[in-house]
């Protein structure tokens, strides 16, 4: 089994995990926790999101949380941005790296953006230039690649129509997303060997929810396929408001045991990781489903 020898994680708790929390998180526990997660050794993490407030009003203080972070050098610390309105509020609080996003269903789209997959290009298109012409690195999403709660399956080419259009519109990595966990290993290893005569391996991300447990099954299987990017959320936060049913992110916890077992390196510090994740099941007052948190919970090891 060839595998690669270190894996990039993505924190995108503090964004995908939170954003789905009913009760309103103070801004200084949102501060407290990404400053905690800045000393685990994580090279890159999503702080907040620019969408409207009405859309999502836990992440209504976008600006605040990113403007009262201590910033560690080495780390990229991201958001997402919708559109025009929500760059410009990200462009003044100064994030190093701007996420846009979209889906590969129309169905899931519309729920997501309120517009068609050809209306929501021209959108993006602008909002990347301009984060360009900023200084700021780019990021994609595409959500729904392995299937749509609305749509169902997903058309393959459709996906990759979606991919080409983002990287022609300028940006730098794109995160494939299974928004609702019904990806399993054999669908993952047959895309990722279609997608990977389109693109480098260092273009893609992987982006899985373990809604059915099978993301570290998926993951595993990524590996073997080459790729090395992932994105987690500590403690299996999350899920989308616009995916009913839909569970959080692998949790990057369990990501880091698995990785490490297998000898691949991350960079990632596991002990800091769970005192992170205290401290965030502290503050949303519920226990977070990863197993290495329920290992700690049992074992009172933190």
Same mark, same amino acid.
């Given at each position: 089994?060839?595998?690669?020898?270190?894996?990039?994680?993505?924190?995108?708790?503090?964004?995908?995990?939170?954003?789905?929390?009913?009760?309103?998180?103070?801004?200084?526990?949102?501060?407290?926790?990404?400053?905690?997660?800045?000393?685990?050794?994580?090279?890159?993490?999503?702080?907040?999101?620019?969408?409207?407030?009405?859309?999502?009003?836990?992440?209504?203080?976008?600006?605040?949380?990113?403007?009262?972070?201590?910033?560690?050098?080495?780390?990229?610390?991201?958001?997402?941005?919708?559109?025009?309105?929500?760059?410009?509020?990200?462009?003044?609080?100064?994030?190093?790296?701007?996420?846009?996003?979209?889906?590969?269903?129309?169905?899931?789209?519309?729920?997501?953006?309120?517009?068609?997959?050809?209306?929501?290009?021209?959108?993006?298109?602008?909002?990347?230039?301009?984060?360009?012409?900023?200084?700021?690195?780019?990021?994609?999403?595409?959500?729904?690649?392995?299937?749509?709660?609305?749509?169902?399956?997903?058309?393959?080419?459709?996906?990759?129509?979606?991919?080409?259009? %983002?990287?022609? $519109? *300028? #940006?730098?990595?794109?995160?494939?997303? !299974?928004?609702?966990?019904? +990806?399993?290993?054999?669908?993952? @290893?047959?895309?990722?060997?279609?997608?990977?005569?389109?693109?480098?391996?260092?273009?893609?991300?992987?982006?899985?929810?373990?809604?059915?447990?099978?993301?570290?099954?998926?993951?595993?299987?990524?590996?073997?396929?080459?790729?090395?990017?992932?994105?987690?959320?500590?403690?299996?936060?999350?899920?989308?408001?616009?995916?009913?049913?839909?569970?959080?992110?692998?949790?990057?916890?369990?990501?880091?045991?698995? %990785?490490?077992? $297998? *000898? #691949?390196?991350?960079?990632?510090?596991? !002990?800091?990781?769970?005192? +992170?994740?205290?401290?965030?099941? @502290?503050?949303?007052?519920?226990?977070?489903?990863?197993?290495?948190?329920?290992?700690?919970?049992?074992?009172?090891?933190?």
């Amino acid at each position: 089994m060839s595998l690669p020898e270190r894996v990039t994680i993505k924190e995108v708790g503090p964004r995908d995990g939170l954003q789905n929390e009913k009760e309103e998180i103070k801004t200084d526990d949102k501060i407290e926790w990404i400053n905690q997660l800045s000393e685990t050794g994580l090279s890159y993490i999503e702080i907040t999101s620019f969408v409207h407030p009405k859309w999502i009003p836990q992440l209504k203080d976008a600006v605040e949380v990113a403007k009262g972070i201590k910033r560690k050098e080495g780390i990229t610390y991201a958001a997402l941005v919708p559109n025009m309105k929500g760059l410009e509020r990200a462009i003044e609080a100064n994030v190093d790296e701007v996420s846009i996003f979209m889906s590969a269903s129309e169905s899931h789209n519309k729920k997501n953006i309120n517009k068609t997959i050809d209306e929501t290009y021209p959108v993006l298109r602008e909002v990347v230039e301009e984060a360009k012409q900023e200084g700021k690195s780019v990021r994609g999403y595409v959500s729904t690649v392995f299937g749509c709660p609305y749509d169902g399956k997903v058309d393959e080419q459709q996906v990759i129509n979606v991919c080409k259009n %983002l990287f022609d $519109m *300028g #940006i730098d990595e794109l995160s494939l997303g !299974d928004t609702i966990g019904v +990806a399993n290993p054999i669908q993952v @290893g047959k895309f990722l060997d279609l997608i990977g005569t389109e693109f480098t391996k260092d273009q893609i991300a992987l982006h899985f929810h373990d809604t059915r447990g099978m993301a570290l099954a998926n993951t595993l299987v990524s590996l073997e396929k080459g790729y090395y990017i992932f994105d987690g959320a500590l403690g299996g936060l999350g899920g989308c408001p616009y995916a009913k049913g839909a569970s959080g992110n692998v949790p990057t916890d369990d990501l880091v045991h698995m %990785l490490h077992e $297998m *000898g #691949i390196q991350t960079g990632v510090d596991l !002990d800091q990781l769970l005192q +992170a994740g205290q401290l965030i099941q @502290g503050k949303i007052e519920k226990s977070l489903p990863s197993k290495q948190m329920n290992i700690c919970r049992q074992t009172s090891m933190i």
